[in-house]
């Protein structure tokens, strides 16, 4: 069961700069209705197992939470992770979370794919690696669900209810601090 199109393989083409493989459906679509984030089979289609269940597509997105990481927000997130017993069990569950989404794809497709059991991605549970991935997952699963990805979109001023694909980006109050502006 895939909400797929052809013309959102067309849009995730134009975003990416090239096809996207292993594509199970679309996880969040932006208010226009483009495609933001997809979800991913647990194993590409030459076989690869592929354990980033949530690749976030949107360009613009792309290029802040690249800003992000470059200047020390993931950093400044794994020292949290040491210090912050709530939010390191937020994140374990965040974690739990993907695992689950990612086995319910693979039962759905057929999947048995026992290289990356117990692996989610972006770093979790224990260290930030990859914002991007973090965001994808909390567009895709909704609010309240990976903290981290939940912080990551609120640092970048991301509105749910506004269009990214185009026009002014709606940016918070202290992005410049952030060097976002």
């Given at each position: 069961m895939s909400n797929f199109s052809d013309a959102d393989a067309a849009v995730v083409t134009a975003q990416l700069g090239r096809p996207a493989r292993g594509v199970h459906a679309v996880g969040y679509r932006c208010v226009c209705g483009k495609p933001l984030v997809i979800t991913t089979e647990p194993r590409l289609p030459n076989g690869t197992p592929f354990p980033t269940t949530y690749y976030l597509t949107a360009p613009r997105i792309s290029s802040?939470?690249?800003?992000?990481?470059?200047?020390?927000?993931?950093?400044l997130m794994q020292d949290r992770l040491g210090t912050d017993p709530q939010l390191a069990s937020d994140y374990r569950a965040a974690h739990d979370a993907y695992l689950a989404d990612r086995a319910a794809i693979a039962a759905e497709g057929g999947f048995d794919v026992p290289e990356i059991e117990g692996i989610s991605a972006g770093g979790m549970p224990d260290r930030v690696k990859c914002l991007h991935v973090l965001a994808g997952h909390a567009l895709a699963a909704g609010p309240g669900v990976n903290p981290l990805g939940d912080e990551t979109l609120a640092l970048l001023g991301f509105d749910r209810a506004v269009c990214v694909c185009e026009g002014p980006w709606p940016w918070p109050e202290g992005s410049r601090e952030l060097g976002l502006e």
């Open positions: 802040r939470i690249g800003t992000l990481e470059g200047n020390g927000v993931m950093r």
